[in-house]
T-cell receptor
Framework: EAGVAQSPRYKIIEKRQSVAFWCNPI?????LYWYQQILGQGPKLLIQ????????DSQLPKDRFSAERLKGVDSTLKIQPAKLEDSAVYLC?????????????FGPGTRLTVL | KNEVEQSPQNLTAQEGEFITINCSYS?????LHWLQQHPGGGIVSLFM???GKKKHGRLIATINIQEKHSSLHITASHPRDSAVYIC??????????????FGKGTHLIIQP
């Protein structure tokens, strides 16, 4: 079974530039999560999708971050414009459903460096 | 919002030692996860617990719901166990968001 795919794996940009990350969850997984992991900290949930609808985006900085999952499969997370403090690893995870017993499977992450 | 605290933050031990990593949280949860993250690598789920104890190979995870506390134990530790171990909880949100709240992780190094 293929895992969660993310691209790119690494990205270096200058502040005020824009960047987009892509995630393809495990086939059949209805729930998709984007997390931000700043160096030395645990991941923080940015947004959760159930199919193509948003369940929670309370911690997403909506003035600069946006995410979509138009067809309920793959997802894109965008930052525009980027700030220095956005340097982090962006992790995508998916689970079969929203049940308490559903394991979240994580992708390898995209490491963003903002200069 | 749940606060997840892990201890210790860093742990260095010799091969073969018994390892314990602790996790405490502040509000009711529906599930607790133990995850492993290798440097430069993705996150792998080790256990998901809602009560009692689970064992997988040399790894054991326990949870005490009343005390809001969980432990991860590694028996006969090996250098390949060196990684960051992260505790994460799923709040009992009554149908709301399901995202996990993570601790900061415990950086474990097992020396040969």
């Amino acid at each position: 079974e293929a895992g969660v795919a993310q691209s790119p794996r690494y990205k270096i940009i200058e502040k005020r530039q824009s960047v987009a990350f892509w995630c393809n969850p495990i086939s059949g997984h209805a729930t998709l999560y984007w997390y931000q992991q700043i160096l030395g900290q645990g991941p923080k949930l940015l947004i959760q999708f159930q199919n193509n609808g948003v369940v929670d985006d309370s911690q997403l900085p909506k003035d600069r971050f946006s995410a979509e999952r138009l067809k309920g499969v793959d997802s894109t997370l965008k930052i525009q414009p980027a700030k220095l403090e956005d340097s982090a690893v962006y992790l995508c995870a998916s689970s079969f459903s929203r049940g308490d017993t559903d394991t979240q499977y994580f992708g390898p992450g995209t490491r963003l460096t903002v200069l | 919002k749940n606060e997840v605290e892990q201890s210790p933050q860093n742990l260095t031990a010799q091969e073969g030692e018994f390892i314990t990593i602790n996790c405490s949280y502040s509000v009711g949860i529906s599930a607790l996860h133990w995850l492993q993250q290798h440097p430069g690598g993705g996150i792998v789920s080790l256990f998901m617990l809602s009560s009692g104890k689970k064992k997988h190979g040399r790894l054991i995870a326990t949870i005490n719901i009343q005390e809001k506390h969980s432990s991860l134990h590694i028996t006969a530790s090996h250098p390949r166990d060196s990684a960051v171990y992260i505790c994460a909880v799923k709040e009992d949100s009554g149908g709301g968001a399901d995202g996990l709240t993570f601790g900061k992780g415990t950086h474990l190094i097992i020396q040969p």
